[in-house]
């Protein structure tokens, strides 16, 4: 089955009013998706998993929760708005004053913000623009040798630490899981050994079906009757 390149539909899709893109362009996109999942395992590491685009050279490790997907630069880009200023491409830190977008509510630097771009109603530069995310590989000839276009380049690193994030924080829960695993069985075959050991007590000690055992004074009274 031929690959349908979404990058150019997707593109167009997401620069449509949002009533639009719930019309027939989405959902002829969405016919397409389901097309493309009808892929050989040959082309799978070719092609993104999220947008199903083609001759991707660079694929990312996307991981969601505890499911790991290759997946274009773009698409970890749109993915992950909340990651990363899209003025200045930075990864958000967490300590810097930031201003949110009223569309997409992704974080800008309030430094990467011109002041008379500062209204109550934010606008960031994605929603205004949308193919800055779409990753395009350009190669420059600089002093005899092909080079990486810039912009593309900011992109791919971008996306890159993105990523590395998302192992880093995908291996620390895996680790947290393990070891709240491991103390879990722990604690339950302790709690086996104290049940074994409790029962083999109770083996121990005499029925409650059985007949109790005569005292000294009921043996003797009944040795007297007998004579």
């Known amino acids: 089955m031929a690959v349908v390149n979404l990058r150019q539909l997707c593109t ?5 009013p949002l009533y639009m893109q719930n019309s027939r362009v989405w959902r002829r996109l969405l016919i397409l998706r389901k097309m493309n999942r009808n892929l050989t395992m040959e082309l799978d590491d070719t092609i993104c998993s999220s947008c199903f685009c083609k001759d991707q050279k660079f694929l990312h490790n996307h991981w969601e929760g505890t499911k790991g997907h290759k997946i274009c630069t773009s698409c970890v880009l749109f993915a992950n708005k909340n990651s990363f200023c899209p003025t200045c491409f930075d990864i958000i830190a967490g300590t810097e004053e930031l201003i949110e977008c009223v569309g997409c509510k992704s ?7 011109l002041d008379k771009d500062k209204p109550s109603l934010f606008e960031c ?4 623009s949308p193919k800055r995310l779409v990753f395009d590989l350009k190669l420059k000839e600089l002093k005899g040798t092909k080079v990486m276009d810039k912009e593309a380049a900011l992109l791919l690193l971008t996306a890159a630490k993105i990523v590395k ?3 880093s924080k995908a291996l620390d829960e895996a680790v947290n899981a393990a070891a709240k695993h491991a103390a879990d069985t722990i604690s339950v075959k302790k709690k086996a050994s104290e049940a074994v050991e409790r029962f083999m007590k109770l083996e121990d000690r005499p029925s409650l079906l059985d007949p109790p055992p ?7 009274r009944l040795q007297r009757l007998s004579l």
């Open 125 to 128: 530069l994605t929603c205004k």
């Open 12 to 16: 167009v899709t997401l620069q449509l």
């Open 165 to 167: 994030k998302l192992i």
């Open 214 to 220: 005569e005292t000294s004074r009921e043996t003797g």
């Open 107 to 113: 974080n800008t630097h309030v430094e990467c913000v």
